[in-house]
Structures are given as structure tokens and as C-alpha cells.
């Protein structure tokens, strides 16, 4: 456990070269429309808190890498301040941050991404699979939402989604000042197997759940069952 995180750039390349055995940290974050009431910056900053609590609490002794803040999300291109980039570019830069990583001698790397969309993360398990062809090292690739979803269901609509309760509540927590007063609620059902490519008519908005319904408190609660069940599947994995 360490009081405050320690962040790759801080450190100088003495210091670096005996951080061989440290969990290096990646936070993915991403510039994305999440419906009217919620920052772009909303996956950012998700990433950016998730990943500091987890490396304070860590016992094992870690490293947070400068964030990739740029993703691929196709579902919400239509809307203002996404910022998305191809799916191969994704796969491009992450294999190139990941081989650097590797090549330094690190063996012990998490990714964390605030967006968890689905060609997002394939992007990055495909860069993290070839680098694993020509190393032998240890990558763990997870989202926040991997956690933050299992709680749909009990207080939660089964429905909740991008920009929902669960995602507005978690802002609320981490930038109270940033989540809007007017917080929609908006009934989205995706269709389970159709394959969609007009996303503008589909969900205008780019964001589903009953947002009006989230709260600070609830915020809290779902971070820290987020922060804990990852720095469970990390220290069960390394
Ligand atoms: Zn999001």
C-alpha cells in the first residue's frame, strides 16, 4: 500500500530500470458523447480515478502509465465530442505502448479502460494476443464496467446502460460539478442480435437507464465495489 500513486512519467530512467518487478498500469480513457447531462470526458475520468484508488491500495508495488486517452467507439460517432479512432489504429498504438513496456524488461502489465465498448476492448485483447506471440509476459485487460454491470438488476433497471444510472452515479462521485442538473431517464433496448449501423436513429442521445434516478452515494458504493473487485483479480493474478 502506498499513500499517494506512483506515475511512470515522475520517475527517471535510473529509477525505472529497477521497476522491472512492478505491476505497470494502463489507463485507457476516451472523448465520448454520454448523452446530455454527462462531461465527454465522462470514460477519462472514470479511468484516471479507478486506476489511482487501485494503485494506492495495492499491496503489490505499481506504476501508472501515461493514459492512452483516445479509443475506438462506433455506437456514439454521431454524436458531439466523441473523438473516435479506427479500430486498427487502437490495436496499432496499443501493441506499440505494450511492446515499449515489454521490451523495457516490464513483465507485470493492467490495463484498466474507462470505455467499454465492444470493438474497443477487442482492439486492445488483440494488441495484448500479439504481444503475447513473441514475449512471455502477463497482461490483464479489464473496464470498470466488467464490475460496475454485474449490479444491474436489483436496484438498478436491467436495461441501464451508456450514460445511465450506474455511469451517471459514478460521476457524480468522482466530478460532482461536472454532471448536469437535468439528468434524462430513456428506455433503449438494443436489439440482441440485429447488426446496426445507423446509431444516430437508433439512440439519438447515446445514453440509456434512468439517470435522473443515480446519486452521489450510489456512486460511491459502486466505485469502491469496482476498485475492489479489481484489486482482487490483480493481486489473484500476479
Ligand atoms: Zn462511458
Known amino acids: ?7 511512470f512519467n515522475e520517475l527517471d530512467m535510473k529509477e525505472l530500470e529497477k521497476e522491472k518487478d512492478s505491476i505497470i498500469i494502463l489507463p485507457i480513457g476516451i472523448s465520448e458523447g454520454h448523452g446530455k447531462h454527462l462531461p465527454v470526458g465522462t470514460d477519462t475520468y472514470q479511468a484516471e480515478y479507478v486506476v489511482e ?3 494506492k491500495r495495492l499491496d503489490r508495488r505499481s506504476i501508472i502509465a501515461p493514459i492512452l486517452n483516445y ?3 462506433k455506437a456514439t460517432e454521431h454524436l458531439y465530442g466523441t473523438l473516435s479512432i479506427r479500430f486498427d489504429t ?6 506499440d505502448i505494450l511492446t515499449s513496456l515489454t521490451d523495457q524488461g516490464f513483465e507485470n502489465i493492467v ?3 474507462g470505455h467499454s465498448g465492444k470493438s474497443h476492448m477487442m482492439a486492445l485483447r488483440l494488441a495484448a494476443e500479439d504481444v503475447l506471440e513473441k514475449t512471455d509476459v502477463d497482461i490483464l485487460l479489464l473496464s470498470g464496467y466488467d464490475f460496475a454491470y454485474e449490479l444491474k438488476g436489483d436496484k438498478v433497471s436491467e436495461t441501464d446502460g451508456h450514460g445511465g444510472e450506474i455511469e ?7 466530478k460532482p460539478n461536472l454532471v ?3 439528468r434524462p431517464r430513456k428506455e433503449v433496448k438494443h436489439p440482441e442480435f440485429k447488426v446496426i449501423s445507423d446509431y444516430g436513429g437508433h439512440w439519438p442521445e447515446g445514453m440509456r437507464g434512468n439517470a435522473d434516478e443515480a446519486s452521489k452515494e450510489e456512486g460511491k458504493e459502486i ?3 469496482v476498485i475492489k473487485k479489481i484489486i482482487r483479480v490483480i493481486e489473484d493474478s500476479f
Open 1 to 7: 500500500m502506498s499513500e499517494k500513486p506512483i506515475y
Open 53 to 55: 484508488e487501485v494503485a
Open 71 to 73: 479509443g475506438t467507439c
Open 90 to 95: 487502437l490495436r496499432d498504438i496499443a501493441y
Open 111 to 113: 490495463i484498466i479502460s
Open 168 to 174: 451517471t452515479a459514478r460521476i457524480m462521485d468522482i
Open 180 to 182: 448536469r442538473e437535468d
Open 223 to 225: 466505485n469502491e465495489y
